[in-house]
């Protein structure tokens, strides 16, 4: 088992950052993908980011490309999601999730096994 919790939500203005920050309960091998989903009210889950944990391939929604930054810190356990250039579209509670497997289809939730209790993101225009 892999606990995840993350921290780093809030408020913030448009055109701000935020660094939201995922620690991991253990250690996590070189194989797991981590990602970061995010859901706003009435919507589905969807993708943010994801990356290889052994600091590989890195993926990001088109929504957040040139925006966000997924990476990662071996000693900490720990993975980040820098959000600059906020907007209020990005206003949602995110979540961080891990697959222990290299996962080619990194979009769909449901290929990942550990979740996060979420963190919200606040964005005022």
């Known amino acids: 088992q892999v606990q995840l919790v993350e921290s780093g939500g809030g408020l913030v203005q448009a055109g701000g950052s935020l660094r939201l920050s995922c620690v991991a309960s253990?250690?996590?091998?070189?194989?797991?993908?981590m990602g970061w989903f995010r859901q706003a009210p009435g919507k589905e889950r969807e993708f943010v980011a994801a990356m290889i944990w052994s600091g590989g391939r890195r993926y990001y929604a088109d929504s957040v490309k040139g925006r966000f930054t997924i990476s990662r810190d071996n000693a900490k356990n720990t993975v980040y999601l820098q959000m600059d250039s906020l907007k209020p579209e990005d206003t949602a509670v995110y979540y961080c999730?891990?697959?222990?497997?290299?996962?080619?289809?990194?979009?769909?939730?449901?290929?990942?096994?550990?979740w996060g209790q979420g963190t919200q993101v606040t964005v005022s225009s």
């Open positions: 999730a891990a697959s222990q497997n290299y996962l080619s289809d990194v979009l769909t939730p449901g290929n990942y096994d550990y």
């Open positions: 253990r250690r996590t091998f070189s194989s797991y993908t």
